[in-house]
């Protein structure tokens, strides 16, 4: 059968109706080429099919729920309090009553490290959710007015960078005294840095697309371009950098207690545990092992999730 000339007009029947005979069934072979292969993805769901593939990322996720589950909930099922002091009981080895031993006062490690694993979790949570705050609209602002705002704004935060964040830290907290609250503020006001240089970056690339001007046309404003459309589209990198900003806190924080000016007595992180094993550490090695231990496997977590994070989160790897 040969196909009409595209400019002749198709032959009609009697009755008005285009003849049938000009037409012809689709192959099968045509029909399974049009046919869509897959659903369609959001962003987030294909994030999310990437970063469970990633068997890294999920190992990371599950010490993670290992690390929660063992701090928030482990308490609540032993039958030792934190502050209990049995003098008698003094320096024993790990045991089927006292699973990690007990320390100089007599107190069950278990429960301590599993308190202390409250501590220095929610130290790096509020830490990091403080600093993401402040260096979200700081950076977003500087990059977002740009010229003499950026110059000026960003002139401090290379001043700030001049010095290492631990030393400004170490300051803050010999000026305010020990104590969660003011560990909170010390990491709080200056662990914003790095958080500023990465979402400034972002604003400055995105700012210059197609849809920041296609808003500019519409009418929105400013606070509207950064908050609604600058900000929402750098969250990606926002989220990998705040991820890793977390086992950052939770080191400092440990650190700082380790030295004596962080969490005070009776109150205990895993960095002031390993301050009070310090001293008997020849003898009594498990005292000092299993807050280090618990440092070791969250800062791993952390750290594999916030990779995992990153691949997946990453637009150029979309397929």
Same mark, same amino acid.
């Given at each position: 059968?040969?196909?009409?000339?595209?400019?002749?007009?198709?032959? #009609?029947?009697?009755?008005?109706?285009?003849?049938?005979?000009?037409? #012809?069934?689709?192959?099968?072979?045509?029909?399974?080429?049009?046919?869509?292969?897959?659903?369609? $993805?959001?962003?987030?769901?294909?994030?999310?099919?990437?970063?469970?593939?990633?068997?890294?990322?999920?190992?990371?996720?599950?010490? $993670?729920?290992?690390?929660?589950?063992?701090?928030?909930?482990?308490?609540?099922?032993?039958?030792? !309090?934190?502050? #209990?002091?049995?003098?008698?009981?003094?320096?024993?080895?790990?045991?089927?009553?006292?699973?990690?031993?007990?320390?100089?006062?007599?107190?069950?490690?278990?429960?301590?490290?599993?308190?202390?694993?409250?501590?220095?979790?929610?130290?790096?949570?509020?830490?990091?959710?403080?600093?993401?705050?402040?260096?979200?609209?700081?950076?977003?602002?500087?990059?977002?007015?740009?010229?003499?705002?950026?110059?000026?704004?960003?002139? *401090?935060?290379?001043?700030?960078?001049? *010095?290492?964040?631990?030393?400004?830290?170490?300051?803050?907290?010999?000026?305010?005294?020990?104590?969660?609250?003011?560990?909170?503020?010390?990491?709080?006001?200056?662990?914003?840095?790095?958080?500023?240089?990465?979402?400034?970056?972002?604003?400055?690339?995105? @700012? #210059?697309?197609?849809?920041? +001007?296609?808003?500019?046309? +519409?009418?929105?404003?400013?606070?509207?371009? +950064?908050?609604?459309?600058?900000?929402?589209?750098? %969250?990606?990198?926002? +989220?990998?950098?705040?991820? %890793? %900003?977390?086992?950052?806190?939770?080191?400092?924080?440990?650190?700082?207690?380790?030295?004596?000016?962080?969490?005070?007595?009776?109150?205990?992180?895993?960095? !002031?545990?390993?301050? =009070?094993?310090?001293?008997?550490?020849?003898?009594?090695?498990?005292?000092?092992?299993?807050?280090?231990?618990?440092?070791?496997?969250? %800062?791993?977590?952390?750290?594999?999730?916030?990779?995992?994070?990153? =691949?997946?989160?990453?637009?150029?790897?979309? @397929?």
């Amino acid at each position: 059968m040969t196909s009409p000339s595209p400019f002749c007009r198709p032959a #009609e029947a009697s009755d008005g109706r285009i003849s049938s005979s000009l037409w #012809e069934p689709l192959p099968a072979s045509e029909q399974q080429g049009e046919r869509i292969g897959r659903p369609s $993805l959001t962003y987030l769901q294909d994030a999310w099919r990437r970063f469970r593939r990633n068997p890294t990322a999920l190992f990371g996720l599950v010490l $993670l729920a290992l690390v929660f589950s063992f701090s928030l909930l482990g308490p609540l099922l032993s039958n030792h !309090s934190y502050r #209990e002091q049995d003098l008698d009981r003094a320096y024993e080895f790990p045991s089927a009553e006292h699973w990690f031993g007990t320390d100089a006062h007599g107190r069950d490690l278990f429960v301590r490290v599993m308190m202390g694993g409250r501590i220095s979790l929610l130290v790096g949570i509020i830490a990091t959710a403080t600093s993401c705050v402040i260096g979200v609209l700081y950076g977003g602002f500087s990059g977002f007015m740009g010229g003499r705002w950026d110059n000026l704004l960003m002139r *401090i935060v290379d001043v700030a960078s001049t *010095i290492p964040l631990m030393l400004y830290s170490i300051l803050l907290m010999v000026l305010l005294g020990t104590g969660l609250h003011n560990i909170l503020i010390a990491l709080g006001l200056v662990y914003w840095v790095g958080m500023v240089r990465i979402v400034r970056g972002q604003v400055l690339s995105l @700012k #210059e697309q197609e849809f920041v +001007l296609a808003a500019r046309v +519409l009418g929105a404003g400013q606070w509207r371009l +950064l908050t609604r459309h600058l900000i929402p589209n750098a %969250m990606g990198p926002i +989220l990998v950098t705040a991820t %890793m %900003m977390i086992p950052g806190a939770i080191f400092t924080e440990s650190f700082l207690s380790f030295i004596g000016i962080g969490i005070s007595a009776p109150m205990a992180s895993w960095g !002031s545990l390993c301050s =009070d094993a310090l001293g008997g550490l020849r003898s009594y090695p498990y005292q000092l092992f299993f807050p280090a231990a618990s440092i070791c496997v969250t %800062m791993l977590g952390f750290n594999f999730v916030g990779d995992g994070l990153r =691949d997946a989160l990453d637009p150029r790897l979309r @397929k």
